[in-house]
């Protein structure tokens, strides 16, 4: 049993989707650090998570960002201040003198557990076009990866090649390698 502590149920539904059950929503908005590293972002806020839990249970974070290579990187780590703020067509007019522009979405996956605290990444490089599909969340409808937004796939689809199903996988496989650490997730 992991509990994944963050106020955005979409990002459970994904983990559930990769591995079971085992993953519980743990409701809980941590101070999010101010720092230009997703990696200590989610470590930063796991190991807070794991604290107000009560510390008998593995808990993990993820923080994530998209980075648009024209607009030098931005938004990024700041990626869901900028979606609140100027959102999906501020992006866009930004955006509107670049042919095709390119980004890449990353995320950070903190494990925390009475034992240690691991990190596991994932990254997925695409297109920003103009709004399509309606699944996901967040950035999905304007993020184009061969042919198809990340809003016109399932979340089966999504998973298997975006950058939270790719940290994903590297959680599940340390679980199942780790006899300590694995308690039940698959
Ligand atoms: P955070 O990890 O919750 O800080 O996410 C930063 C921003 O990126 C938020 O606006 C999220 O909605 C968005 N976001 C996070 N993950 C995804 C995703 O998988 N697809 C699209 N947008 C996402």
């Not at 249970?57 to 024209?70: A, L």
């Not at 030098?72 to 979606?83: A, E, H, L, Q, R």
Request: glycine share 10%.
């Amino acid at each position: 049993m992991v509990l994944f502590a963050t106020t955005n149920a979409e990002k459970v539904r994904e983990a559930q989707a990769y591995l079971g059950p085992s993953v519980e929503h743990l409701d809980y908005d941590y101070i999010e650090l101010q720092s230009e590293s997703l990696s200590e972002i989610a470590t930063h806020g796991a190991n807070e998570a794991f604290h107000a839990a009560g510390g008998d249970r593995p808990v993990i974070t993820d923080d994530s960002g998209i980075f648009i290579d024209d607009l030098g990187g931005f938004p990024g780590p700041y990626s869901s201040y900028v979606y609140h703020t100027i959102g999906l067509s501020g992006i866009l007019t930004l955006l509107k003198k670049f042919d095709s522009p390119r980004a890449y979405f990353r995320t950070s996956i903190a494990y925390c557990s009475n034992e240690q605290i691991v990190v596991f990444e994932g990254s997925i490089k695409g297109t920003i076009v103009d709004p399509r599909g309606n699944e996901g969340f967040g950035y999905d409808p304007i993020f184009e990866y061969n042919g198809k937004t990340l809003a016109e796939m399932d979340i089966l689809e999504k998973n298997a090649i975006s950058h939270r199903g790719r940290a994903l996988a590297k959680l599940a496989s340390w679980l199942e390698n780790d006899p300590v650490e694995h308690r039940g997730v698959k």
